[in-house]
């Protein structure tokens, strides 16, 4: 049943969504090692090509919330159908606990008033991993949920906003999406 759930959903007003997932796809740019994928993307932005066709290349999105295709006039960027049990297969979250210890906590400046909404949550430098963790596993099962905001997309690639709750409170954080469901 828990793969039906993944599958279908209904939207707030009732309507049945079928969550496609889709793989984006621009040639000539593997997915891995990082090292070698910006090389090459670097080498084919010589010749003419998009780099932020080839920042989403092998990205994984929910078809009805992917960046609009094409990306340009001269996209030649496809995305293929991909099964649901690649993604969750593949996808994995990523989170440097210096997200909280060097930053949320340590900088009240930096955070621009972040650290105060950690705070009246009842959380310190102390709960940093738990804090790691927590993002982890939350976004983690938003993303394969299809629960996402698409935000910028540039040569870097796309950011994504998932929400994260704490303590009954749910909070928007910011990833990056990467190839094969990394974020």
């Known amino acids: ?6 599958l279908i959903k209904i939207d707030k007003k009732g309507n049945l969504l079928y969550n496609e997932w889709c793989e984006w796809s621009h040639f000539l740019v593997p997915n891995k090692p990082d090292w070698f994928r910006q090389i090459l993307r670097n080498i084919i932005a010589i010749l003419g090509h ?26 030649d960027c496809t995305q293929k159908v991909i099964s649901i049990i690649k993604v969750k297969n593949n996808a994995t979250a990523e989170c440097d606990i210096k997200k909280f210890t060097e930053y949320i906590f340590k900088d009240k400046e930096k955070s621009n008033g972040k650290n105060e909404i950690f705070y009246s949550l ?7 991993l738990f804090l790691k963790q927590e993002y982890c596993k939350q976004a983690l099962q938003q993303y394969l949920s299809g629960n996402y905001i698409l935000k910028n997309l540039d040569i870097r690639g796309q950011r ?11 909070i928007y954080s910011g990833w990056m999406l990467y190839p094969e469901g990394k974020i």
């Open 122 to 128: 009842g959380f310190n430098i102390n709960d940093s």
């Open 160 to 170: 994504l906003a998932i929400p994260i709750n704490l303590n009954g409170v749910n």
């Open 50 to 75: 998009c780099l932020l066709c080839s920042a989403v290349d092998g990205c994984y999105f929910i078809k009805n919330n992917s960046p609009k295709h094409p990306l340009h006039i001269k996209c």
């Open 1 to 6: 049943m828990q793969i039906l759930n993944n």
